[in-house]
């Protein structure tokens, strides 16, 4: 009889939002906008497109497993060294190397109750217990993590802006609770959604705090902003001993070459990144305003997404949209998380959204 491993036993696979194909088969749509995994709703930069399009004659050619090129360049723009730099297939993946290199079985790990659900999936697949601390008024509760160090605690998750809440913790705030962690604890900064940010006291200049806390893992990707999401790279950065021990269970070629191409490319676009940097900011004013209107409370966001409270059991509004050609995500009880898009499909997800919620 085979036996599968004790620690997966309770894990669910991830389930992803519906294709837009699939929708349309399934309800006779002929339109559907998908505004559930926070997709950069303007595309790509027009740039990497073309630089992808003149490398397309290189597939049969296996990618640099070193990315070397990529890592040359973050150095550069970020003022650190290669050696401290590893890209990744996307946030998911170095999650999963994380976790892997770090917790053992009986490891506590702290996290917040509601956050990017890999955190806990990875620490139960490696035997970790999990130590969850809910978010007070949907944000990071700093010190009910600290108060959960115990003698067993190995790694600690911190998602600034956090998923799928959109809301973010201070520079004052990270300082004071890095202060607090003991040294021997691992703390990952997660800041996927960073270039979103509108407030000024945002931790933007973290990067130094590498000099300072040899504990500290920073992680980014280009999945968001830069709208790579299908091409799956990211990059983490730490010190360089803990850039190397990761790097042994890191799998071969792991970051494709048209993902190595397109990041290089993208770096360069700044006006591109201004440009949705923009058009979110407006967004997201937009959609504040409609749900000012509707009487509907929602987290203040600093990322391309808002969580909002429609008042209605979360996965009824979900299907219902979904029926009327707009994808969302259904979170916790009555609330939502509805990417921020262009200005028509924000328009749309408005009047459809009064529309279920007048019947």
């Not at 027009?46 to 040359?72: C, F, H, M, R, W």
């Not at 305003?289 to 909002?308: C, G, Q, R, W």
Request: positive net charge.
């Amino acid at each position: 009889m085979i036996k599968f491993r004790d620690e997966i036993k309770d894990l669910k696979a991830y389930t992803p939002g519906k294709p837009i194909e699939d929708v349309k088969k399934e309800y006779g749509l002929t339109e559907v906008i998908k505004l559930a995994s926070n997709e950069n709703p303007m595309g790509t930069s027009e740039k990497v497109k073309e630089k992808l399009i003149k490398s397309i004659d290189n597939l049969a050619i296996y990618p640099d497993g070193n990315t070397t090129i990529l890592k040359d360049e973050l150095a550069k723009k970020l003022d650190l060294k290669p050696e401290q730099i590893l890209p990744s297939s996307g946030s998911d993946e170095m999650v999963d190397m994380i976790s892997k290199t770090f917790i053992n079985k009986g490891d506590e790990v702290i996290m917040a109750d509601i956050t990017f659900p890999r955190y806990i999936s990875t620490a139960i697949m490696m035997g970790g217990i999990p130590k969850i601390v809910p978010l007070k008024d949907w944000t990071y509760d700093l010190n009910g993590m600290i108060n959960a160090i115990t003698k067993n605690t190995k790694l600690i998750w911190l998602c600034n802006p956090n998923n799928p809440t959109g809301t973010m913790f201070s520079e004052k705030e990270l300082l004071n609770f890095l202060k607090k962690v003991p040294e021997n604890i691992i703390v990952v900064y997660d800041e996927a959604y960073r270039e979103y940010v509108t407030r000024d006291d945002y931790p933007k200049d973290n990067l130094k705090l590498l000099k300072k806390y040899s504990n500290l893992i920073i992680m980014r990707t280009f999945s968001k902003m830069y709208g790579l999401a299908a091409l799956r790279v990211g990059y983490t950065m730490a010190n360089e001993k803990i850039i190397k021990n990761i790097n042994k269970i890191r799998g071969p070629f792991n970051v494709n070459s048209l993902a190595q191409i397109a990041a290089v490319e993208a770096l360069k676009d700044n006006e591109f990144v201004e440009s949705c940097y923009r058009i979110n900011k407006e967004g997201k004013e937009y959609l504040y305003n409609e749900f000012d209107k509707l009487n509907l409370k929602y987290a203040p966001s600093e990322t391309n997404h808002i969580f909002v409270n429609v008042n209605r059991v979360s996965e009824e509004i979900f299907i219902e949209l979904q029926k009327r050609g707009v994808i969302i995500r259904p979170i916790t009880g009555t609330w939502i998380r509805v990417t921020i898009g262009t200005k028509e499909q924000n328009k749309k997800f408005i009047t459809l959204l009064k529309e279920v919620l007048a019947n």
